[in-house]
């Protein structure tokens, strides 16, 4: 696995802000004073896209707005109180609603910085499905752009595997066989594929 690393960007200047690599730096910072869980997460999320994007060949560019993107990728859970992230997965019907605006909304809040256009859709569609029944837009297949794909497997297992709730929590072996399963419906099969094979 690739270890991500960044940075650090206390007290950047004005002209930085216009770096990806500031901008990620100083989101993760309040992430990491939201939550610690979901700090870890997003890091981890990051290593196993990172691997993945590599496992399929990707070009050097669009591994590095994987791993961007999968640091991010739920930025905009900022807006969402820990006492709901606390009770995952287990939300009625309205948290449910507030908890899946958190896609949409972490695009919205990146889309007019210049250095962030090209993750801004592999965050807002990380919750996409394979088969079109995933949110915010029902995108289908192919058409989920390939690193929202690559984030959605490797997001989904790193909530089973270090879930919220310690008695919900899967073994590897668990956890990958949920993957093979959802393979071809929630995920693209060829992600699913590279993922397990990078875990070894």
Not at 31 to 50: G, P
Not at 115 to 133: A, F, L, M, N, T
């Amino acid at each position: 696995m690739y270890m991500v690393s960044l940075k650090q960007a206390a007290g950047i200047a004005r002209e930085e802000m216009t770096s990806l690599d500031a901008i990620t730096a100083e989101l993760l910072n309040f992430i990491q004073l939201k939550s610690q869980r979901l700090y870890m997460h997003s890091l981890q999320v990051a290593n196993y896209s990172v691997s993945v994007a590599a496992k399929l060949t990707l070009p050097k560019s669009e591994i590095e707005q994987v791993k961007y993107a999968a640091l991010l990728h739920d930025v905009g859970l900022l807006f969402v109180s820990n006492t709901l992230l606390a009770k995952m997965p287990y939300l009625n019907r309205s948290e449910k609603a507030q908890y899946k605006r958190h896609a949409a909304g972490g695009g919205n809040m990146l889309e007019n910085i210049p250095c962030c256009q090209d993750i801004v859709p592999y965050i807002r569609y990380h919750h996409e499905h394979w088969d079109g029944s995933g949110f915010p837009k029902h995108l289908r297949g192919a058409n989920i752009p390939l690193g929202a794909r690559i984030i959605a497997v490797a997001d989904y297992y790193d909530m089973i595997i270090n879930p919220s709730a310690e008695f919900w929590a899967k073994t590897k072996k668990q956890a990958v066989r949920e993957l093979f399963s959802a393979s071809g419906l929630l995920f693209d099969p060829e992600v699913v594929k590279a993922f397990i094979e990078t875990l070894g």
